[in-house]
């Protein structure tokens, strides 16, 4: 799964003071391998170089 700038997302990372928190992409950069990693906006702040599978759609996680 891709994300794209302006997607909601929710971030699971534990190592983040956000972890758990739901925020915006605001860039996408691709990474010299081909993998995308992502910089998401939160209210009080935001996260770089976030890689694609610390990210869950912010809906997704009501629908299980």
Excluded: C, N
């Excluded at 997302?9 to 391998?33: N, P, R, W």
């Amino acid at each position: 799964m891709s994300f794209e700038k302006e997607d909601e997302v929710v971030l699971h990372d534990k190592h983040s003071e956000y972890d758990g928190d739901a925020g915006t992409i605001t860039q996408v950069m691709e990474t010299m391998f081909g993998d995308a990693t992502y910089t998401i906006s939160f209210e009080d702040g935001q996260e770089t170089g976030v890689p694609e599978d610390a990210l869950e759609r912010a809906g997704d996680a009501d629908d299980e």
